[in-house]
């Protein structure tokens, strides 16, 4: 698994010989290539608790590979701890880990690897936290709160896909497990690899300070591993005639067509539901509830206008500009794609993944062919890969407004890119829409790092994370002036701000409330940026402050965020 990375076995030996190194690593598109047998063992001879279970998913290449590094962690007589997203990728790294020889542990019989997530239940929870903790399970894989395990002996730890938004504990100290697990690999002598199929400008600093190593493949092994992708924006369909101004267009249809008859076609969609943002039919303007004025969506064909914010009714709205009483859609969901593609597509089965969806979200599909349309994240692993992908309102996922939207952009298509066959067996990827062209192009030329280069480039120019530490104080006006006044580092140069926000994102900081006085006044945030050499100090004149607003008890609210995702 790891023979394709540069260094990729250098860095498996020097795991297992006990060092601790420390790794950014871009994993490979596709599926894992089943695992040649132990020499001296039969299938005979396998136990069952090694075996994968019988409905296991398809394996990934990446959690193939993450089993391999934790193998030879245990190879070397350590522990390891792997910290994921969601439940689903918990099961793809079980399952790899089944399939490389680590069993998962039961009180009974004993094992190796322990699971760690909300959906386990308090009791079995407990009963793996207790196995941990005396030893009796050395392997760890869980979601964000199993970055704190106590894993004795810990020789690796692994963070995959960390840009995602469930790695962050979104309640004080709003830790990170990208950056807990960066200090426990420092602070107990352990490996750290930082894997995602994208890369994270986060990640790419921890390399351009020298702290990581970048692991990735050659461009040639990419190449040959990755499926080929276009990008039909409307430069490229300009000659496309009429049909280019469709959400599908006609390059997209013929593309389906071809690759239904290879397997399953996988169609990703930026919005879930049927129709989440509806207009006036007349004068385009957006429709809003005329309780709490929020937008109005359609849950269906024949469903009456629904507030998509405090849920009333619309049965008898009209446009307040026109007057129409006509609605058009603006935006189109996953539920809506999957009607119009099925009656495109007349005796083609139309499968839904999505947490919205009435399957759910799906673990893996069978290499029948079939369409499947689902929503960022939710993309079933499918037996032998898809045939084609298409990836639809590409100019949505760029359209918001924040630092980190071209990359969380790239990493959605990469991690749907990353399921689709090789272009060498005819493995194809469609972009459709005008997104932005940064993250457009490392699409294309799948090249993650290329694009946080670029943007790691242009936040040291501008001062922003990660190139400085930063500090989000939130809350009343006087609350924040008062905070601040005791930070030494929070001076002119250093601070911006304070400025209004709002209410919504305010959120409870360590106070009593707001004061009587500023109930009605709206909440402010001031933000402190300091050269990263000085982040340590400035977290701890933070905390000093805090600690005196507490025992003075004074008024308002005030939140503390260091380095939040976004500062916009």
Known sequence: MWAPYRAGAAFLAHVAGGGAPRAVWTALPGLATPRPPAPGTTPERTTARARPAPDAPPVTHWAAAV???????????????VVVPDARDVDQVCAALAAAGLPAWDAATGGEVVRLTADEGPAPRYRAFLAVLHGSARVVVGTRAAAFAPVVDLGLVVCWNDGEDTLAEPRAPYPHAREVLA????????????????????AHALVARGWAHDLAAPRDVVRARAPRVRALTSVELAAEGPGAAARIPTAAWRAARAARAQGPVLV???RSGYVPVVACARCRTPARCTVCHGPLALSGPQATPQCAWCGALAGGWSCAECHWTGLRSVRVGSQRTAEELGRAFAGVPVQVSGAGAAGGVLGAVSSRPALV??????????????AAALLLDAAVSTAHVGLDVAQDA????????????????????????????????????WDPALLADRELDERAELALPPAVRVAAVTGDRPA?????????????????????????????????????AMVDAPPVRAVVRVPVRDGRRLARELAASLAVRSARREPGSVRVELDPKEIL
Request: no cysteine; glycine share 16%; aromatic share 2%.
């Open 67 to 81: 089993a391999e590094a934790v193998r030879a962690a245990r190879s070397g007589g350590r522990g390891a701890l």
């Open 183 to 202: 200090l426990r690999s420092e602070l107990e002598g352990a490996a750290f690899l930082l894997g995602s199929h994208g890369r994270t400008v986060a």
């Open 268 to 270: 990703q969609v930026p």
């Open 373 to 386: 349309v689902a929503t960022p994240g939710a993309e079933p692993v499918a037996e032998g890969g898809y």
């Open 410 to 445: 790239l990493a959605r298509w990469l991690a749907a890119a990353a399921l689709v066959r090789p272009a060498t067996t005819g493995g194809q990827v469609l972009l459709v829409g005008d997104a932005a062209p940064a993250p457009t192009n490392a699409l294309v030329r």
């Open 480 to 516: 924040v002036a008062a905070v601040l006044g005791r930070v030494g580092l929070a001076g002119p140069d250093t601070v911006l701000g304070p400025v209004e926000v709002p209410a919504p994102a305010r959120g409870r900081g360590e106070g009593d409330g707001p004061a009587p």
